[in-house]
């Protein structure tokens, strides 16, 4: 398998424009996670899936942020509209089971800038 | 509100000598305990996870947990300047749909 596959890998935009972010599981895996890393803040939870289901949106700083998973293969993490702060690296992972004692494999991270 | 806590480092030691890194927890429910490595610009990567009291080795690496203090440790034995990198302690409640906390990390130095 090829792993969790985020794109793009670096995004570059201004300020006020919409950003989509993108995440493709490891395939049998049902739990999909975004991730924002931060120097200040660490690796933050912003939003849990199971089934395709949100199953935990608290860590979703706020309306500006959204997410969708429409099929066990793909996520889309949304930002409308960016702000600076926004500049992180959005990591996706994936993991087999939400109950379950297991581990979370992560993407490679789309490396977010907001001018 | 579940936390963990590291020491943010830089942890530096010599090329063959031992690594401690330490995280503490402050949620009792947590029952899952994983370590995580990640390299400067790169993805956080599995190394370790612990599920019980006391120590688990994998080749040079050493996991311990004793729950009653709510402390978690990672021993590298013979470190190598590729060793080099962040540590990420991240914990799981098993309780209903969990999900991983993370620490900040402990950056390890590792010179030749």
């Known amino acids: 398998d090829a792993g969790v596959i985020q794109s793009p890998r670096h995004e570059v935009t201004e300020m006020g424009q919409e950003v989509t972010l993108r995440c493709k599981p490891i395939?049998?895996?049902?739990?999909l996670f975004w991730y924002r890393q931060t120097m200040m803040r660490g690796l933050e939870l912003l939003i849990y899936?199971?089934?395709?289901?949100?199953?935990?949106d608290s860590g979703m700083p706020e309306d500006r942020f959204s997410a969708k998973m429409p099929n066990a293969s793909f996520s889309t993490l949304k930002i409308q509209p960016s702000e600076p702060r926004d500049s992180a690296v959005y990591f996706c992972?994936?993991?087999?089971?939400?109950?379950?004692?297991?581990?979370?494999?992560f993407g490679q991270g789309t490396r977010l800038t907001v001018v | 509100q579940k936390e963990v806590e590291q020491n943010s480092g830089p942890l530096s030691v010599p090329e063959g000598a031992i690594a401690s890194l330490n995280c503490t927890y402050s949620?009792?429910?947590?029952?899952?305990f994983f370590w995580y490595r990640q390299y400067s610009g790169k993805s956080p990567e599995l190394i370790m996870s612990?599920?019980?009291?006391g120590d688990k080795e994998d080749g040079r690496f050493t996991a311990q947990l004793n729950k009653a203090s709510q402390y978690v440790s990672l021993l590298i034995r013979d470190s190598q300047p590729s060793d080099s990198a962040t540590y990420l302690c991240?914990?799981?409640?098993?309780?209903?749909?969990?999900?991983?906390?993370f620490g900040k990390g402990t950056m390890l130095l590792v010179s030749p």
């Open positions: 395939s049998g895996h049902n739990s």
């Open positions: 949620d009792r429910g947590s029952q899952s």
């Open positions: 612990i599920y019980s009291n």
């Open positions: 991240a914990v799981k409640v098993l309780a209903g749909y969990s999900t991983l906390t």
């Open positions: 899936f199971n089934n395709n289901v949100p199953i935990d």
């Open positions: 992972a994936s993991s087999l089971g939400g109950r379950q004692n297991t581990e979370a494999f």
